[in-house]
């Protein structure tokens, strides 16, 4: 049991930078980015190629990084200039990306057994907090940049950003490309982490990346950009947590993509159902008040 904790704790950390660049398009830009689960195996093809060529693990991950914001350029470019909608675009590029990814790799899978990597021999539970933490902080200050302000205006109101002279083409390619770079960090992180990187890796990274967002709101709040980002974070770990948990209980590994759907509408059907159950909550409230008031009125007429 605490060896499932400890790996889910880990695994939701490592999760979590993917999270992060989620939150970015689907809740700043509101750009339903499916490049994501393209991306994710993208970062983790590169640092697995260059690590196991003798590439020191550093630049292997910085540069698995690169690669996820060329790749959210291109869908960035593909909406903004080729003037494809934005959820085709991300879906083509995700295609794209798979034989993209298959020629960055030469073959389906790349085991990393006997690599150093920047996990080996490194204690995940205290330097991952760390790791996550710079890089929320370091999101939550790009978002309060002339840049990252435009880029929240560019998702709340494109049009009444563009009165002010912003090109929002610009805006949406930056937001995209940063996003993926930081999906693709998260798949090179995993890679090494898992010893291997495959080409199904990244198969169904939106619907984890979606279920981390909405949970941590869910539970967590999101009134401004340092909370909204660390309830993502947290969220990925809730998230990890309820699947180990899953597990624990009987569910098999196959049924993770359909308890990850079930979760997912559980987060998105629960601030509903919570809002229906206050406004009757309310009503009732009014209800017995009025008649309370009306009782108070008789009992006073019948005084009289």
């Excluded at 993917?18 to 970015?24: E, H, I, N, P, R």
């Excluded at 540069?63 to 909406?79: E, I, K, M, R, S």
């Excluded at 959820?87 to 057994?113: D, E, F, H, Q, T």
């Amino acid at each position: 049991m605490q060896d499932a904790l400890t790996g889910s704790l880990e695994l939701g950390m490592l999760y979590a930078i993917m999270a992060l660049g989620v939150y970015l398009t689907f809740r700043i830009l509101d750009f339903p980015d499916l490049t994501v689960d393209g991306s994710f195996t993208t970062g983790g093809a590169i640092a697995a190629v260059l690590i196991s060529s003798g590439v020191s693990p550093a630049l292997a991950t910085l540069a698995a990084f690169g690669g996820g914001l060329v790749a959210g350029a291109c869908t960035g470019l593909l909406h903004t200039k080729g003037k494809v909608n934005a959820l085709l675009s991300g879906i083509l590029m995700m295609i794209a990306l798979y034989s993209i990814n298959l020629r960055i790799m030469g073959k389906a899978n790349i085991p990393l057994l006997g690599e150093d990597t920047l996990l080996t021999d490194v204690p995940l539970l205290l330097v991952m907090p760390i790791v996550v933490l710079v890089v929320k902080f370091a999101l939550d200050w790009f978002l309060h940049t002339d840049l990252g302000l435009a880029l929240r205006a560019t998702g709340d109101n494109p049009r009444m950003i563009r009165s002010f002279g912003v090109n929002t083409d610009n805006t949406i390619i930056v937001g995209v490309s940063l996003s993926n770079g930081l999906v693709a960090l998260s798949g090179a992180l995993i890679a090494q982490y898992s010893a291997f990187a495959e080409i199904t890796m990244g198969v169904g990274m939106i619907v984890i990346g979606l279920a981390s967002v909405i949970i941590g709101e869910a539970l967590f709040g999101a009134k401004t950009v340092f909370r909204a980002t660390l309830a993502v974070v947290l969220g990925a770990i809730v998230y990890r947590l309820i699947v180990a948990m899953a597990l624990r209980v009987g569910l098999e590994p196959t049924d993770m993509k359909l308890m990850t759907a079930l979760i997912v509408i559980g987060a998105l059907t629960l601030p509903m159902i919570r809002g229906k159950l206050r406004q009757k909550s309310v009503i009732r409230q009014r209800a017995a008040d009025l008649e309370n008031s009306r009782a108070r009125k008789v009992s006073a007429g019948g005084g009289r």
